[in-house]
Nanobody, 117 residues
Framework: QVQLVESGGGLVQPGGSLRLSCAAS????????MGWYRQAPGKQRELVAA???????NYADSVKGRFTISRDNAKNTVYLQMNSLKPEDTAVYYC???????????WGKGTLVTVSS
């Protein structure tokens, strides 16, 4: 089993920054992709950013140029640096790990990000 624990969410004013962290533990597969998704009230969960253990990244168009995903493979941790935050970024942010060998997905419980003045 894999456990994912997110941290770093909170309340921030528009234009501000937050850094989310997601630490993975348990049976971590060597080849995996980790990512951040978000779900706003009344909306479907959507991909924000993802990164493979080789460092390849992809981003949702809505966050390109503002958010940066990175990872520390030694710590099995993925980060999401969020700058120039907007009210529409308000959502619960979830961390996901996908095993590239089995295709299985593992999810964290989420951390709330609220962008408001």
């Amino acid at each position: 089993q894999v456990q994912l624990v997110e941290s770093g969410g909170g309340l921030v004013q528009p234009g501000g920054s937050l850094r989310l962290s997601c630490a993975a533990s348990g049976s971590i597969f060597r080849l995996n992709a980790m990512g951040w998704y978000r779900q706003a009230p009344g909306k479907q969960r959507e991909l924000v950013a993802a990164i493979t253990n080789a460092g390849s990244t992809n981003y949702a168009d809505s966050v390109k140029g503002r958010f940066t995903i990175s990872r520390d493979n030694a710590k099995n941790t993925v980060y999401l640096q969020m700058n120039s935050l907007k009210p529409e970024d308000t959502a619960v942010y979830y961390c996901k790990l996908r095993s590239l060998a089995t295709g299985m997905d593992y999810w964290g419980k989420g951390t709330l990000v609220t962008v408001s003045s």
